[in-house]
Structure formats: C-alpha cells, structure tokens
C-alpha cells in the first residue's frame, strides 16, 4: 500500500506542476484534458503474432493547448509513466512494446480520443535509472533510435531543494514544461511545448 501511494503522489505532483505552470499569467500554454487510472487503460494489445496479450496502462493521460502554433499542432497529446523503480528493464521494455504497437495499431484513438500522440514521458526516480531505462527503449525493438516517442527525466530536477529547503516544482513548477526530457534519438533536451 505505501509503493502504491508513492507512486500516486509522484503523479499527483507531476499533475500539480503542470496545472500551476499553465496557469500562470504569462503562460501561453493551456492544459486542455489530464484523465488518469483506469479511465485510461487501454485495455490489451498483441505485440507480435503468436505472443502473449499484455496490456497497456499508462499513469496518465495529458493534452495541452499551444494557440501559437500552426492549425492542427495546437494540441498536443502524452502519455505519462510514474516509474518508482519497482520494474527491471526487461519489464519496462516489454512495456515500450506495448505502447508501440498499442501506437502502430491506432487503437489509442478510439480508446482514449485523441488522433495523435507526441511521446510517452517518464519520469523516473534518479537520473542514473532513467538513463537505465533509456536503454532498455533502445533495445526494445520500437525504433527508438529514430523515433523520439519516449522521454525520461528524473525527479530530481523537480525535487531539488533550494538553502531553504523548498523543493523546486512548489518554486518553479513550470520547469515540467521546460527542456528537461531525453529522448532515445540524441542528447538535446526537450520540452513539451515544442520550443
């Protein structure tokens, strides 16, 4: 029970950050939809012919609202993944699988009711791991190193305290959407607002 409210915490602040952030005054960007749990599962896909069923349940479920970008990019869509280092690699590959075919196969349009998806985030609980993680998506078999559909970051950078002991993501909660993503396609940061 404690893991399971660990983890529910880790979303809920990732939930906080991105309400506060988009809320701000000077914030062009908007949350549109935050879904979680259950309402999101997409049920279960088939990864290869002859496999085992496994399902696909993200953690969440975001879309955000970019009004200066071009028609048909102002919305953009993710999937988010609470990763408490409970899962080997082995296992969070298989789960990258899942989202990738569970991707190639269209099904997430019907499922949760969105066209497209920009990437899977997750965040992870140090950086050392989320690098781990980052390789097991490379070797996954998801075309991970041409395709940017899985991000990682720590939580340390949004719990990083300050001389007064004040953890960043209460400080400056828009830095969730500032360059803090790694994808599995080079070094350069991204953000989730495409700048």
């Given at each position: ?39 999101i599962w997409t049920g279960r896909v088939n990864p290869e012919p002859g496999s085992n ?143």
């Amino acid at each position: 029970r404690l893991l399971y409210a660990q983890h529910e915490l880790v979303i809920s602040r990732f939930h906080f950050m991105l309400e506060a952030a988009t809320k701000k005054a000077n914030s062009k960007i908007r949350l549109r939809q935050w879904k979680q749990g259950s309402d999101i599962w997409t049920g279960r896909v088939n990864p290869e012919p002859g496999s085992n069923i496994m399902p696909c349940r993200p953690d969440a479920l975001f879309s955000l609202l970019l009004p200066d970008e071009l028609q048909g990019r102002q919305t953009v869509n993710f999937f988010y993944e609470a990763d408490r280092k409970r899962m080997n690699a082995t296992r969070m590959a298989q789960k990258m699988k899942n989202y990738f075919e569970f991707f190639v196969s269209e099904r997430f349009r019907g499922v949760c009711g969105i066209n497209k998806v920009r990437a899977v985030l997750v965040e992870t609980t140090d950086s050392e791991w989320a690098m781990n993680l980052r390789r097991a998506a490379l070797n996954a078999n998801v075309d991970a190193d041409c395709v940017p559909l899985f991000w990682f970051t720590s939580s340390e950078v949004f719990s990083s305290r300050d001389k007064s002991g004040i953890p960043r993501y209460l400080r400056r909660p828009e830095v969730v959407l500032e360059r803090v993503w790694l994808s599995t396609v080079d070094e350069e940061l991204l953000s989730v607002d495409n700048n």
